[in-house]
């Protein structure tokens, strides 16, 4: 007698024990008949804890190299949940279908690369990977893997930015409009919200400590070059170091520079120049700057001034037709009118259950995370090397500069690799 896909979940309903059937039993795109998808947390600090509720889903396995960590995560589930010290075995439990990146950036890379490997959907906080060619590897592996990607920052398609005062949909209505002309040179600033968590740096003289007894400070840190171990390299402050993350920059720069990604309609490429205005940085201690400007082959331009530096009153976007200033204020005349004869934006993928369920890209995925990461990443190069690089979008590497191609790929402490 064959078996149905209809009668083996009616066979699975007469027991209480399946209330969450994972995808490893009933295939990619079929849903438990709790209508949930089951997920697995890799990093529970402040940001994987804070992330254990979510709608449609239900946590079965958490991964952390801080018992501490794990336990107050683990204290804060209701139902069974398996722990693990080491990723991999996350990565593998048939009982996980979306793997939830909640490391430090130096991880992303490895673990959404052997995620998609293992068959599983991702769900990856930002920055996307902590260099460009990291990035490459994750957008080959999971295409080639047939996995959903979601890049855990959402202003392109919710919520205004920090400080912005709107949401992205009218302003690349607006942009996509044609009024205000082109090119359009784009200024993030305090003023619309970049100082929060600028001030993320490292301290230039660590003295080594005692390695805390519940840290595995080995796997912690992985990929990266060891150092000995400093409170001040782990856990919330260890954005402040280029082995990890790129300070204020690596740590909240994505977050508004993907919008801008969607709004000029660039999430095929990257900018072609990079130019800093910025103190020297210190070899290993991420540390404050002035402004760091990217162009585009098309004259566009991102704009980030830093900390306290740039102008209250200059325009989110200027273009040779009109600007457009915080709280979606234009000085174009009777620009609300004319606006409103043009199309509303295409709509995007925003529910990442229901793309899993389809198999739909989500509305940020690892192709245009991967972009506007890329311009991320750019900047922390050019910071790291104080000077102007030139960037070329379809190599993904930086033109006639060795030196600075070192840091697109730069190697792995064994036995890690992607």
């Known amino acids: 007698m064959k078996t149905n896909r209809r009668n083996f979940l009616k066979s699975l309903g007469t027991l209480s024990l399946f209330t969450v059937v994972p995808r490893s039993v009933l295939g990619r795109g ?49 139902d069974k949940v398996t ?4 990723f991999r075995s996350l990565i593998l439990d048939r009982n996980v279908d979306v793997v939830h990146i909640a490391t430090p950036p130096h991880w992303h890379g490895i673990m959404a ?3 998609a490997k293992a068959g599983k959907d991702i769900w990856c906080e930002k920055p996307m990977t902590r260099t460009i060619g990291e990035g490459k590897r994750v957008m080959e592996a999971v295409q080639q893997n047939g996995s ?29 409009s044609g009024l205000l002309g082109w090119p359009l040179k784009v200024t993030i600033s305090k003023h619309t919200g970049f100082d929060w968590k600028f001030f993320w740096v490292g301290k230039t003289h ?19 070059p060891y150092k000995p171990y400093n409170a001040h390299r782990v856990h ?18 994505q977050h508004y520079i993907d919008p801008v990604q969607y709004i000029l309609d660039k999430d095929h490429t990257s900018p072609v120049k990079v130019e800093v205005d910025a103190p020297q940085q ?38 040779p037709k009109g600007n457009v200033y915080k709280n979606f204020v234009c000085d174009i005349p009777d620009w609300e009118k004319k606006l409103a004869a043009f199309p ?15 198999r739909q890209k989500f509305a940020l995925n690892e192709v245009n995370g991967h972009h506007s990461c890329t311009i991320v990443n750019m900047g922390a190069v050019a910071l790291r090397l104080n000077r102007t690089l030139h960037f070329d979008p379809v190599k993904q590497e930086f033109i006639n500069d060795p030196e600075a191609n070192q840091l697109v790929d730069e190697p792995m402490r064994a036995p890690w690799s992607i």
């Open 206 to 224: 660590l003295e080594p400590q005692a390695i805390p007894e519940e840290l595995d400070y080995n796997m912690w840190l992985g990929p990266a």
């Open 148 to 176: 959903i990607f979601r890049l855990n920052t959402w202003f392109r398609f919710a919520d205004p930015f920090y400080g912005l005062g709107t949401p992205v949909k009218p302003l690349k209505k607006l942009v996509q």
């Open 113 to 115: 690369a052997e995620a």
């Open 344 to 358: 509303e934006p295409a709509p995007q993928n925003t529910d990442f259950l229901e793309c899993i369920r389809t």
């Open 83 to 86: 722990l693990y010290n080491d």
């Open 282 to 319: 210190h070899t290993e201690a991420a540390g404050t700057w002035r402004s760091i400007t990217y162009t585009y082959a098309d004259g566009c331009q991102i704009v980030l001034w830093g900390g306290d530096y740039g102008v209250e009153n200059t325009p989110y976007i200027a273009g």
């Open 30 to 78: 079929y849903v438990a008949p709790s209508d949930q998808l089951t997920k697995g947390i890799i990093g529970v600090g402040n940001m994987g804890r804070g992330h254990i509720p979510y709608d449609g889903t239900r946590v079965v396995a958490m991964c952390d190299v801080d018992k501490k960590h794990l336990a107050q995560a683990a204290g804060l589930v209701k």
């Open 236 to 253: 919330g402050t260890f954005r402040g170091y280029w082995d990890y993350d790129a300070g204020g920059l690596g740590d909240m720069g």
